[in-house]
């Protein structure tokens, strides 16, 4: 059994021998064919065995052995299909939901500024980050299980078919488990955080031993690495360096290339971190990254906007991965993209970088959102259109992101041999009226909540906007009166 849970799952729905789904245009993220008009994808079980024109695909299909007994065919002749959307840098952490939904008031106006906004509270974050691992070793199993499948619902309600987990308030194990019932992919992690530096301090206090930490994480990669189901995958993480040792970096590392996997941090994400990082360090941060000789292509760091030439040139140099998540800067005041337009320079360097969600343990916006603000506030800060097109936005949610998780043999573009994750979006009311690009329209005003069909590894996850294995009320239900249960146990005034 997966889950506790499993009363308000049922199976997954089977795949078909033979699903064809023909659309009004087929977004594929290969760089051989972006877009195909009245094109189609053809699955056999788990995989794409021909995309292109309806022609090319009649003509794929005649050359096959008879159709066998489970096939069906999609009319998506009114929608647009695109590759299943991949969130490389995300965080599990929706048991929170209640504690912090619902101890606020619906007036916005009593809004703080919060330890993010303005060039951030370093010392303090990393100390609140170091405490998040004391409240999932106190979350009841139930809770766990529930917040995680609420979470990767919500990742597969915006398209978005694999995930990967930088370091959650949550199981690692209870992630997996959630990833097998629902059918979406994940990659887990251990919790990499073995001290803090503290506020009013100046050292480095170590709150949990390297080795156990390391010796945790390497048992995630034996368990998860590389799950029989195809599903499931895991890396070591180290959450951001400031609440790391050095013996916990090179650990972390060590274990990526023993278990050949990517490695996921936050570098320079804040205003305030290179200055407490040479207080605490004596160095800058990528500069710790960089003299421990850490700095990888397997590394894949998120945000990344506060680093100096140097830094830049190191990241270059090694060909590190960058993760941005830019419809998540605003809403906690971190002015990621505009206090050094430092994405402008990455992307014009040819460097690696893709977009991602984050976590919160509220709802944040989904792929979609986070495409749309990458190609609106890129350009913005550029002045000039031409730096972020909605097609290089789709490539950076789908195959950038499958190459920093080096899963992009599988998965990351629609492309025949890989496996059938995509999406559609209806592409027939007011918004699309006369408009020969679908995506550029979807990016302007549309919204996850569009999306109509998801299909991953080959099932139809999603179909007319509904899940087809989980009554979504029932289960957000049994969430929310878990986590108002657990808000409640940590002291929040909820009656
Ligand atoms: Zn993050």
Redesign the pocket.
Known sequence: MFLDTSSLIDALPERYDRLRIDAAYVYTADPARPVIADGSVLIADTTILAVGSSAEVDQVERDLEPAPARTRRIDASDRMLLPGLIND?W?EAAALRAYAGLTVQPDDADTSAGLYAHGGDMRAMTVLFNDFAGITAAMPEELAQLSALESLIAQLRSGTTTIAD?GSINRPDTIASAALASGARVMVTGYGVDGVCKPGESGFTPTRDAAEVLEQTASVLERHGHHKSGLVRAMPSVLTAMGASDELMVGAHTLAERFDTPLAT?IAAAATEAAVSREVFGVRPVERWHRLGLLSPRLVS??TAFVDDDELGWLLDAGVHITH?PQRYGATGENTITATRQVLRLLGAGASVSLST??DPLPLGGMPEAMRMGWLAYNEAAGDPTVMTPMRALSMATLRGAEALRWDDEIGSLTAGKKADLFTVPIDDFRYTGMRRPLQAFLSSGSSGDIDMVVADGRILVEDKALTFLDEHALSAAFLTASTDFARALGAPIP
Do not use: E, I, L, T
Request: net charge negative; charged share 10%.
């Open positions: 840098h965080h930088f936050h998120a945000h998540s984050d976590g």
